[in-house]
């Protein structure tokens, strides 16, 4: 979108330049953001050594829980049972209960690309040969693309007022 609004500024020689130099920006940004604001797995810190920023993370997790519920968090039950892990080839992603999922999976990929591609491409086409003119039908589609992203952030927002009317109804 924001591309689309600079093109008619930009010369056509570089035009296509700044189509790519948008997302490329827009994209280092997010990293940087993701890179501050998303803390690493303490799963992942532990299985490389790194205990003490593991134990920070996982003490960071727990009192935004405390803030959040205002209940002390359980005591930590640890249950080891003395093995040590094994490596797994990918291979076994092929056998057994993972290969039904492994196919679940790749189908609903495969089903969500497919509307996703009908979408994208054809809906102009549809919405022309329903009497809209091209730039009408361009608009509706661009529209309807930038609902998907609404969508997730309405979802969670009425996730959101949800948890907060069951804590004032229920006090918990």
Known sequence: MIAMGLTPLI??????????LIPAILSLIATALA?????????W?????????????MRSIEEGV??????PLPPVVIADDG??????P??????????????????????MNVVQYTLINWLPTIFMTQGINLKDSIVLNTM???GAPFGIF??????WIKFRVKQWVWGY
Do not use: D, H
Request: aromatic residues 10%; hydrophobic residues 45%.
């Open 11 to 20: 010369s056509a020689e570089w035009n296509w330049r700044v189509q790519l």
């Open 35 to 43: 890179w501050r604001y998303f803390p690493e797995s303490p799963r």
């Open 45 to 57: 810190l532990e299985s490389r050594g790194r205990y003490q920023e593991a134990e920070k993370v």
């Open 66 to 71: 405390i803030r959040q519920t205002g209940k």
């Open 83 to 88: 093995k040590a892990p094994q490596a797994v």
């Open 90 to 111: 990918y291979s076994a992603l092929l056998t057994g209960v993972l290969l039904k999922r492994v196919i679940l999976g790749s189908c609903v990929l495969i089903a």
């Open 144 to 146: 309807s693309m930038f």
């Open 154 to 159: 309405i979802a969670m927002l009425v996730r």
